[in-house]
């Protein structure tokens, strides 16, 4: 369905997805599969691998996923796997460790992460991290309006400099649109 065209998953019909099977706990590697979910491609049909082949999915789809969303989806964890969530076990649950400390390969981690830009590993869990993939018509509009907004707050900046009669030795007026094509080069 997917694939078919004029059909979009967008970031709420993937958390509604994600949410109701995690919910029934197959996203638990000794869950049963999903009856029907080979026949349409998802090998296994239950487990840590199907959660994966679906987020994988949902980066290709999906720029950003709300709060709610992200919420619905925790809680949906939280049930699938069994937990039962009192007050000081929410607390737990918030409580970030270490950004040192490996998780164990049966963890679900759900973390923020400074990621090596060299490797691409997650420090957390050793999982490669994967970018969100634009199309080439979405780079470019991407691109193209980072490099507005680039130059549009950088012209603001001058003008406040200029008004605190503080002088900018910057001679080139495409300054800030430069700074964002050595980002964007360096990124490809």
């Known amino acids: 369905m997917r694939r078919a065209p004029g059909v979009h998953f967008n970031a709420e019909n993937y958390s509604l997805l994600i949410s109701a099977i995690a919910e029934r706990g197959f996203f638990r590697d000794d869950s049963a599969p999903i009856d029907g979910a080979t026949d349409i491609g998802y090998h296994p049909a239950m487990g840590s691998q199907l959660l994966s082949a679906l987020v994988s999915e949902m980066a290709e789809d999906v720029l950003e996923i709300t709060s709610y969303c992200a919420s619905r989806m925790r809680m949906a964890f939280i049930q699938g796997f069994g937990l039962n969530i009192d007050d000081e076990a929410k607390e737990q649950l918030n409580a970030v460790p ?3 400390t490996l998780s164990l390969p049966e963890d679900l981690v759900v973390d923020r992460v400074y990621v090596d830009n060299e490797t691409a590993i997650c420090p957390r869990t050793n999982a490669t991290l994967r970018l969100i993939t634009l199309d080439k018509a979405q780079r470019s509009q991407l691109h ?4 507005e907004m680039a130059n549009s707050q950088y012209a603001e900046y001058d003008e406040k400099l200029k008004q605190r009669k503080q002088v900018v030795d910057v001679k080139d007026e495409d300054y800030a649109a430069k700074q ?9």
Not at 144 to 147: A, F, G, H, K, V
Not at 180 to 188: D, K, M, S, T, V
């Open 98 to 100: 270490k950004a040192d």
């Open 180 to 188: 964002l094509r050595n980002f964007a080069e360096w990124i490809e």
């Open 144 to 147: 193209d309006t980072l490099e």
